[in-house]
């Protein structure tokens, strides 16, 4: 559905909360199987852009198209059901039921929209869908676990699995590998860019970890204040002295 290769456009998007302008003018374009990344300092505005495009909060101004058509004000289950799905900084799963029944419920999401829920739960192909996310994020072991009994590293994948049995072309990761080990963040990193593009996703990341940032992006726009200072490819992002000042800092030694 991307059009001329363009999968998501945010065009000259601002964002108020009363006398506070989380976002001003911000623009970026994502591109079919892309992973972009979006980087700054807490309260630069880069989970309110999450919100703006996943219609938590309609912009105050500008617009959001997805796939050529603007989203921008729809409510966040039409925007899911268009493509686009979300995980959360906070860990956000169905603690009390099994692994395979938290994913199980992510894909009823789905099925409901081709009319097929009477029969959900009898449907073979439904299973494997789940089966398949769980064995390519190493959790089959732990499908009749309940999900608050995961370690966090697993809580994290899992979450990824919901967003991913929704079935969408563009996922929005907040913080995926925040409170991992070294050696967890080091792996779900690898997996990540595996799964997308085996599955031939997109992918919008936000992230703090700059080795991740750097290691798995394809480009990276820097927000400070609600403002976009910079965008590129990592090595242009290294390297730019506004960027520097505002959030990296000067490399080390």
Known sequence: MARDGVVL????????????????EVSLTVREGEVFSVIGPNGAGKSTLFNVVTGIH???????????????????????????AKTFQITNIFPEISVFENVRVAAQSRARESGRLPSLWRLPDVGDAVTDLLTAFGLTDKRDELAENLSHGEQR???ICLALATEPTLLLLDEPTAGMTPGET????????????ARGLTLLLIEHDMSVVMGISDRIAVLHFGEKIAEGRPEEIRSDPRVIEAYLGPAEE
């Not at 456009?9 to 001003?24: H, K, P």
Request: avoid cysteine.
């Open 58 to 84: 309609a912009p105050t101004a500008g617009r959001v198209r997805f796939g050529g058509r603007e989203i921008s004000g729809l409510a966040p289950e039409a925007i899911n059901r268009l493509g686009i």
């Open 9 to 24: 456009e945010v065009d000259a998007v601002s964002r108020s909360f009363g006398a506070l302008a989380a976002l001003t």
């Open 186 to 197: 080091k792996a779900a990193t690898a997996l990540i860019r595996q799964i997308a593009s």
């Open 157 to 159: 994948y899992l979450e």
